[in-house]
């Protein structure tokens, strides 16, 4: 490491709106990053169908890396030989690595005081993650913000499961914490207490003592519905301190991204817009297209008229579903450009709402649109 005095993590907030919402900017040691954020996912070092190049130029400033894949394939010492993830992956910005905590949960882990103990998805190997080696694997693959390990329950669970997972989530943050040793890195803590909203404020509270650089609201879209949802991001929320960053785990749908941004977070990641464009689905302001639908076979008009992507300044919606009917993978990389291009627009649409107070105008809007899926 470059022996460069790391600045300080520091959020801070340029405008706030009523109900919460905040307008704001991350420096860190890499610079500076607006929020609210929206993070494309980069699973295994790159974000699948589409360059860094690519996804820099829609004006991303923050991806996203998982830890879980990176140790497994290539290796965390393999990532590490190439200085970093920036180095890795050809991305020159700023990089959030997840601990693996949500990926070792989807795939049945079994928990214990000491760590977590999972299968590997390539080779079906055992492998065990305590919280200090979650911090160790992220500092060797060096992202400018890491995660700590947590236990996420899908929903819904039983009272009793929420609150097993909840007291291990609080001690292996506690551990996280004391292991943490790079100082150009931030670590973010994460709060869980599934639906429950009592444990919700109790884990805000618990997490926010440990003085982490950043918070995140983890175990959410994991099953429950958005009312629920919105209630246990308020009930977090509550008891984080305005003056650090705000990370809603998973959450990339546009209505509940906006709802959560009204309410004061600052930071999403989700892999759904790369995930459902792969699919055949267009994200626009006027809702979801099934591209693959018959009603566009000659259809000569952009996916979204007044979109900068690249797909919309010369491909036809006809193209687009021809490529995607033959399995042609330039209808993947066309419809995962437009996608994350729509959600870099939505995220600035957002930022300008929160400023000149229409932040409320845009959700209702974007609800009315998504809700009753036109298509
Ligand atoms: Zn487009």
New binding site residues.
Partial sequence: MAAVAARKFEFEILATAAGGARRGRVHTSRGSYETPVFMPVGTRGTIKAALVGQVAEIGFEVILGNTYHLMLRPGAGVVASFGSLHGFTGWKRHMLTDSGGFQVMSLGAEYSEQGARFRSIYDGSVHTVTPEEAVALQELIGADIQMVLDVCTMLPASRDKVERALELTHQWAKRARAAKSRQDQAQFGIVQGGGELDLRAESAKFISDLDFEGHAIGGLAVGESRDEMLAAIDSSVEYLPDAKVRYLMGVGDPVGMLEAIARGVDMFDCVAPSRIARHGQAMTFGGKLHMKNLRYQRDDR???EG?P?P??AGYPRGLVRHLLNVGEPTAGTLLT??NL??MHRLIERARAGIVDGSLGALVAEVRGAWDVRPD
């Fill in positions: 952009p996916i979204e979109c992507c797909a919309c450009l437009h291009t729509f």
